[in-house]
Protein backbone atom coordinates (compact mmCIF):
# COMPACT_ATOMS: atom_id res chain seq x y z
CA UNK A 1 0.00 0.00 0.00
CA UNK A 2 1.19 3.37 -0.90
CA UNK A 3 2.08 5.44 2.05
CA UNK A 4 1.87 9.30 3.09
CA UNK A 5 5.03 10.64 1.28
CA UNK A 6 8.35 11.72 3.54
CA UNK A 7 9.28 14.97 2.83
CA UNK A 8 11.76 17.18 4.64
CA UNK A 9 11.16 20.71 4.52
CA UNK A 10 13.64 22.58 2.10
CA UNK A 11 14.06 25.56 4.03
CA UNK A 12 14.61 24.38 7.88
CA UNK A 13 15.33 20.45 7.03
CA UNK A 14 12.81 19.28 9.38
CA UNK A 15 10.14 16.49 8.73
CA UNK A 16 7.07 17.84 7.08
CA UNK A 17 3.71 16.49 8.19
CA UNK A 18 0.91 16.36 6.02
CA UNK A 19 -2.13 18.65 7.59
CA UNK A 20 -5.19 18.95 5.52
CA UNK A 21 -3.67 19.47 1.59
CA UNK A 22 -0.56 21.27 2.78
CA UNK A 23 2.59 19.76 4.37
CA UNK A 24 4.04 21.85 7.60
CA UNK A 25 7.20 21.30 9.32
CA UNK A 26 8.16 22.21 13.26
CA UNK A 27 8.90 25.90 11.98
CA UNK A 28 5.77 26.44 10.70
CA UNK A 29 7.24 26.70 7.23
CA UNK A 30 3.84 25.46 5.00
CA UNK A 31 3.58 24.00 1.45
CA UNK A 32 0.10 23.48 -0.38
CA UNK A 33 -0.87 20.50 -2.82
CA UNK A 34 -1.79 22.11 -6.09
CA UNK A 35 -5.14 20.24 -7.66
CA UNK A 36 -2.94 18.27 -10.17
CA UNK A 37 -1.24 16.83 -6.64
CA UNK A 38 1.97 17.84 -6.83
CA UNK A 39 3.90 19.76 -4.28
CA UNK A 40 5.87 22.72 -4.73
CA UNK A 41 9.18 22.64 -2.52
CA UNK A 42 11.43 24.70 -3.98
CA UNK A 43 11.32 27.85 -2.50
CA UNK A 44 12.34 31.22 -4.10
CA UNK A 45 15.76 31.79 -2.44
CA UNK A 46 16.73 27.90 -4.14
CA UNK A 47 15.39 29.29 -7.62
CA UNK A 48 18.40 30.20 -10.16
CA UNK A 49 15.76 32.01 -12.22
CA UNK A 50 12.30 32.78 -12.29
CA UNK A 51 10.98 29.60 -14.22
CA UNK A 52 13.18 27.24 -14.15
CA UNK A 53 13.54 23.95 -15.86
CA UNK A 54 11.98 22.91 -18.86
CA UNK A 55 9.87 25.38 -19.89
CA UNK A 56 6.25 24.45 -21.25
CA UNK A 57 6.78 24.10 -25.04
CA UNK A 58 9.78 21.66 -24.48
CA UNK A 59 7.68 19.38 -21.85
CA UNK A 60 4.76 19.02 -24.30
CA UNK A 61 7.11 18.38 -27.08
CA UNK A 62 8.91 15.86 -24.98
CA UNK A 63 5.65 13.84 -23.85
CA UNK A 64 4.18 14.23 -27.46
CA UNK A 65 7.57 12.15 -28.67
CA UNK A 66 7.46 9.82 -25.85
CA UNK A 67 3.91 9.13 -26.20
CA UNK A 68 5.21 7.65 -29.89
CA UNK A 69 7.17 4.51 -27.77
CA UNK A 70 10.22 4.79 -29.72
CA UNK A 71 11.87 5.52 -26.24
CA UNK A 72 9.71 2.17 -24.95
CA UNK A 73 12.51 -0.04 -25.40
CA UNK A 74 14.80 2.13 -22.84
CA UNK A 75 12.11 2.44 -20.41
CA UNK A 76 11.83 -1.70 -20.24
CA UNK A 77 15.90 -2.10 -19.77
CA UNK A 78 15.41 0.74 -17.00
CA UNK A 79 12.82 -1.18 -15.42
CA UNK A 80 14.53 -5.25 -15.77
CA UNK A 81 17.59 -3.06 -14.17
CA UNK A 82 15.23 -1.76 -11.21
CA UNK A 83 13.49 -4.71 -10.35
CA UNK A 84 16.76 -6.78 -9.86
CA UNK A 85 17.60 -4.54 -7.01
CA UNK A 86 16.83 -3.59 -3.80
CA UNK A 87 14.43 -0.71 -4.21
CA UNK A 88 12.22 1.18 -1.17
CA UNK A 89 11.42 4.72 -1.74
CA UNK A 90 12.24 4.68 -5.36
CA UNK A 91 13.17 8.58 -6.50
CA UNK A 92 13.41 9.86 -10.19
CA UNK A 93 15.01 12.83 -10.48
CA UNK A 94 14.79 15.42 -13.16
CA UNK A 95 11.62 13.21 -13.84
CA UNK A 96 10.33 15.55 -16.34
CA UNK A 97 6.61 15.01 -17.26
CA UNK A 98 6.96 11.63 -16.18
CA UNK A 99 7.22 8.70 -19.39
CA UNK A 100 9.63 6.84 -16.76
CA UNK A 101 8.37 7.00 -13.39
CA UNK A 102 4.76 6.49 -14.40
CA UNK A 103 5.97 3.56 -15.86
CA UNK A 104 7.94 2.37 -12.43
CA UNK A 105 4.81 2.92 -10.27
CA UNK A 106 2.82 1.06 -12.73
CA UNK A 107 5.43 -1.93 -12.09
CA UNK A 108 6.23 -1.54 -8.57
CA UNK A 109 2.97 -0.50 -6.79
CA UNK A 110 4.18 -1.66 -3.63
CA UNK A 111 6.88 0.83 -3.38
CA UNK A 112 6.59 4.55 -2.74
CA UNK A 113 7.69 6.37 -5.75
CA UNK A 114 8.84 9.56 -5.98
CA UNK A 115 9.51 12.13 -8.72
CA UNK A 116 11.31 16.00 -8.76
CA UNK A 117 12.14 17.91 -11.34
CA UNK A 118 12.59 21.92 -11.21
CA UNK A 119 10.24 22.89 -13.75
CA UNK A 120 6.76 23.40 -12.45
CA UNK A 121 5.42 22.60 -16.22
CA UNK A 122 6.50 19.15 -16.18
CA UNK A 123 5.88 18.05 -12.68
CA UNK A 124 2.35 19.25 -13.24
CA UNK A 125 1.96 16.92 -16.27
CA UNK A 126 3.46 14.16 -14.58
CA UNK A 127 0.93 14.40 -11.31
CA UNK A 128 -1.59 14.71 -13.76
CA UNK A 129 -0.76 11.50 -15.08
CA UNK A 130 -0.37 8.95 -12.00
CA UNK A 131 -1.92 10.34 -8.80
CA UNK A 132 0.26 7.43 -7.28
CA UNK A 133 3.43 8.69 -7.54
CA UNK A 134 4.66 11.60 -4.86
CA UNK A 135 6.08 14.58 -7.31
CA UNK A 136 7.55 17.48 -6.13
CA UNK A 137 9.10 20.96 -7.80
CA UNK A 138 12.74 20.88 -6.14
CA UNK A 139 16.25 21.01 -7.30
CA UNK A 140 18.63 17.93 -7.32
CA UNK A 141 21.04 20.31 -5.33
CA UNK A 142 18.44 20.27 -2.47
CA UNK A 143 16.52 17.12 -2.42
CA UNK A 144 14.03 17.48 0.30
CA UNK A 145 14.29 13.93 1.31
CA UNK A 146 15.87 12.71 5.13
CA UNK A 147 19.23 10.90 4.68
CA UNK A 148 19.37 7.53 4.25
CA UNK A 149 16.09 7.02 2.55
CA UNK A 150 16.04 5.96 -0.50
CA UNK A 151 17.57 2.06 -2.10
CA UNK A 152 17.49 3.83 -5.28
CA UNK A 153 17.34 6.65 -7.49
CA UNK A 154 16.82 6.92 -11.38
CA UNK A 155 17.64 9.42 -13.38
CA UNK A 156 17.31 9.80 -16.85
CA UNK A 157 19.02 12.89 -18.98
CA UNK A 158 18.93 14.99 -15.89
CA UNK A 159 21.39 16.53 -13.91
CA UNK A 160 22.82 14.52 -10.92
CA UNK A 161 24.87 16.24 -7.46
CA UNK A 162 26.59 13.37 -5.94
CA UNK A 163 26.62 14.99 -2.29
CA UNK A 164 22.61 14.98 -2.14
CA UNK A 165 22.67 11.59 -3.71
CA UNK A 166 25.35 10.42 -1.44
CA UNK A 167 23.31 12.10 1.78
CA UNK A 168 19.65 10.31 0.50
CA UNK A 169 20.67 6.96 -0.40
CA UNK A 170 21.22 3.81 1.87
CA UNK A 171 24.47 2.98 2.40
CA UNK A 172 23.92 -0.10 -0.17
CA UNK A 173 21.75 2.28 -2.33
CA UNK A 174 22.45 2.98 -5.85
CA UNK A 175 21.65 5.21 -8.65
CA UNK A 176 20.62 3.66 -12.21
CA UNK A 177 21.37 6.65 -14.73
CA UNK A 178 20.45 6.63 -18.31
CA UNK A 179 22.80 8.56 -20.33
CA UNK A 180 22.64 8.60 -24.04
CA UNK A 181 25.31 6.43 -25.98
CA UNK A 182 27.80 7.28 -28.30
CA UNK A 183 25.59 7.21 -31.76
CA UNK A 184 22.40 8.76 -30.19
CA UNK A 185 20.62 10.61 -32.64
CA UNK A 186 23.84 10.38 -34.98
CA UNK A 187 21.94 11.40 -38.43
CA UNK A 188 20.48 14.00 -37.00
CA UNK A 189 23.49 15.69 -35.51
CA UNK A 190 24.88 15.52 -39.14
CA UNK A 191 22.23 18.07 -40.38
CA UNK A 192 23.50 20.73 -37.12
CA UNK A 193 27.21 19.94 -37.30
CA UNK A 194 29.58 19.34 -39.90
CA UNK A 195 31.62 16.56 -37.80
CA UNK A 196 29.29 15.52 -35.82
CA UNK A 197 31.27 14.25 -32.13
CA UNK A 198 29.91 10.79 -30.56
CA UNK A 199 28.72 11.11 -26.77
CA UNK A 200 31.04 11.08 -24.36
CA UNK A 201 30.68 8.03 -21.25
CA UNK A 202 29.10 9.95 -18.39
CA UNK A 203 31.28 10.30 -15.42
CA UNK A 204 29.57 8.80 -12.22
CA UNK A 205 28.35 11.82 -9.25
CA UNK A 206 30.98 12.94 -7.03
CA UNK A 207 31.75 10.26 -4.60
CA UNK A 208 30.31 7.36 -7.01
CA UNK A 209 31.85 4.90 -8.92
CA UNK A 210 30.32 3.36 -12.14
CA UNK A 211 29.34 -0.89 -10.76
CA UNK A 212 27.28 -1.03 -14.29
CA UNK A 213 27.06 -0.24 -17.59
CA UNK A 214 24.42 -1.51 -20.43
CA UNK A 215 24.34 0.08 -23.83
CA UNK A 216 20.99 -0.60 -25.70
CA UNK A 217 20.23 0.27 -29.32
CA UNK A 218 17.29 0.36 -31.64
CA UNK A 219 16.69 2.22 -35.06
CA UNK A 220 13.36 3.87 -35.53
CA UNK A 221 11.62 5.77 -38.57
CA UNK A 222 10.72 9.04 -38.03
CA UNK A 223 7.93 9.67 -41.45
CA UNK A 224 6.18 12.59 -39.56
CA UNK A 225 6.90 16.36 -40.08
CA UNK A 226 5.53 17.13 -36.35
CA UNK A 227 7.81 14.20 -34.91
CA UNK A 228 11.25 16.09 -35.96
CA UNK A 229 9.82 19.21 -34.69
CA UNK A 230 8.99 17.69 -30.88
CA UNK A 231 12.18 15.66 -31.04
CA UNK A 232 14.06 19.20 -31.98
CA UNK A 233 12.04 21.04 -29.38
CA UNK A 234 12.86 18.70 -26.49
CA UNK A 235 16.37 18.75 -27.18
CA UNK A 236 19.46 21.31 -27.07
CA UNK A 237 19.40 20.65 -31.24
CA UNK A 238 16.74 22.45 -31.99
CA UNK A 239 18.00 25.87 -31.25
CA UNK A 240 21.26 24.91 -32.67
CA UNK A 241 19.92 23.66 -36.04
CA UNK A 242 19.81 26.17 -39.34
CA UNK A 243 15.97 26.53 -40.56
CA UNK A 244 17.45 25.50 -44.03
CA UNK A 245 19.02 22.56 -42.50
CA UNK A 246 15.81 21.96 -40.92
CA UNK A 247 14.28 21.94 -44.39
CA UNK A 248 16.85 19.74 -45.73
CA UNK A 249 16.19 17.26 -43.02
CA UNK A 250 12.13 17.26 -43.23
CA UNK A 251 12.77 16.83 -46.97
CA UNK A 252 14.10 13.73 -46.33
CA UNK A 253 11.13 11.76 -44.16
CA UNK A 254 11.38 8.92 -43.70
CA UNK A 255 13.72 9.23 -41.90
CA UNK A 256 16.02 6.33 -40.41
CA UNK A 257 17.64 7.21 -36.79
CA UNK A 258 19.40 5.78 -34.42
CA UNK A 259 18.58 5.95 -30.72
CA UNK A 260 21.30 4.21 -28.18
CA UNK A 261 21.64 4.46 -24.54
CA UNK A 262 23.75 3.63 -21.76
CA UNK A 263 22.03 2.53 -18.58
CA UNK A 264 24.80 3.02 -16.01
CA UNK A 265 24.83 2.04 -12.60
CA UNK A 266 26.97 4.51 -9.87
CA UNK A 267 27.37 3.03 -6.40
CA UNK A 268 28.68 4.97 -3.57
CA UNK A 269 32.72 4.77 -3.02
CA UNK A 270 33.55 3.35 -0.46
CA UNK A 271 37.02 4.38 1.64
CA UNK A 272 37.79 0.98 2.93
C1 LIG B 1 16.24 16.09 -20.70
S1 LIG B 1 14.97 16.32 -19.50
C2 LIG B 1 14.64 14.65 -18.99
C3 LIG B 1 13.29 14.46 -18.37
C4 LIG B 1 12.91 12.99 -18.08
N1 LIG B 1 13.84 12.36 -17.20
C5 LIG B 1 12.81 12.23 -19.38
O1 LIG B 1 13.80 11.64 -19.80
O2 LIG B 1 11.73 12.26 -19.98
C6 LIG B 1 15.87 17.00 -18.13
C7 LIG B 1 14.98 17.37 -16.96
O3 LIG B 1 15.80 17.81 -15.87
C8 LIG B 1 15.16 18.89 -15.23
N2 LIG B 1 16.17 19.63 -14.46
C9 LIG B 1 17.15 20.44 -14.92
N3 LIG B 1 17.88 20.92 -13.89
C10 LIG B 1 17.36 20.39 -12.75
C11 LIG B 1 17.69 20.50 -11.36
N4 LIG B 1 18.70 21.24 -10.94
N5 LIG B 1 16.95 19.81 -10.47
C12 LIG B 1 15.90 19.04 -10.88
N6 LIG B 1 15.54 18.90 -12.19
C13 LIG B 1 16.28 19.56 -13.10
C14 LIG B 1 14.52 19.66 -16.37
O4 LIG B 1 13.47 20.51 -15.93
C15 LIG B 1 14.01 18.50 -17.25
O5 LIG B 1 12.70 18.12 -16.93
ZN1 LIG C 1 10.76 24.30 7.80
Keep these: MIKTPEFNCPICFTKLQKTGNSLVCDNKHMFDYAKEGYVNLLPVQLKNSLQPGDDKNMVLARREFLLLGHYDFLRQALMKTLLALPHNNIIDLG ?12 QTPETNVYGV ?68 LIELKQYIYDTPELHNAATPPEG ?31 WKISEQNKQKLLSKLPFQLTLSFSLNQFVPITLV
Design 95 to 106: CGEGYYTDFIQS
Design 117 to 184: DISKSAVKYAAKRNKQVHYCVATNSHVPFPDDFSDLIVNVFAPLIGKECQRILTQQGRIISASPGAQH
Design 208 to 238: FELADIQQITQQVTLANPKDVENLLTMTPFG
